[in-house]
């Protein structure tokens, strides 16, 4: 991957530190670049905007698509600070997104970070027939994995709303 994708994915990784000091914030950040500019950026807000929707990549297709005035983001990469759940591999399929790069992968997080153990978002992206959307992981993936609770960890039960 390239410096630029370090950038970007470092302004992932501030948005979702940014999430962990905001009350009712979430420690997931997501950048989305269209020709070397943000057009989206968000942390997850899913707690604070009382909305299950919410989530970091979410909040920021929204914003994207405010700027952009359109649903397409054609052309644009994603930066997630973990590997998109369903919901935002959907939308970042729906939504026409090239490029998807995430840090945190699945195995170096805590499980109530995923809908199902054994189900894999990435699987959407081939059932979608979408060979031209890529999908790398593993930028960045230390310092991402240390925003999240890890496998082993045992997490608040307030905290676990997936499990």
């Known amino acids: 991957m390239s410096k630029q994708d370090q950038i970007f994915m ?8 940014q999430g962990v000091r ?17 057009i989206g950026e968000g942390y997850n807000e899913v707690e604070k905007l009382c909305d299950p929707t919410a989530h970091a990549e979410i909040v920021s297709m929204r914003r994207a698509g405010k700027l952009l005035h359109s649903s397409q983001f054609k052309g644009a990469t994603l930066y997630s600070t973990l ?18 790069v995430y840090g945190a992968e699945r195995h170096q997080v805590h499980q109530m970070y995923f ?3 054994h189900f894999n978002a990435i699987d959407f992206i081939r059932d979608a027939f979408r060979k031209d959307l890529q999908v790398e992981g593993g930028l960045c993936d230390r310092e991402c994995a ?17 499990i």
Do not use: F, H
Request: proline share 10%.
């Open 83 to 100: 590997q998109p759940c369903g919901m935002c591999t959907m939308a970042s399929i729906w939504s026409g997104i090239s490029r998807i």
């Open 146 to 162: 240390a925003l999240y609770y890890g496998p082993n960890d045992v997490p608040p039960l307030d905290e676990q709303a997936n």
């Open 10 to 17: 470092r302004r992932a990784i501030s948005l979702a530190k």
């Open 115 to 117: 809908e199902d153990r």
């Open 22 to 38: 905001t009350p009712k914030g979430g420690p997931i950040g997501c950048v989305i670049v269209l020709n070397g500019k943000v």
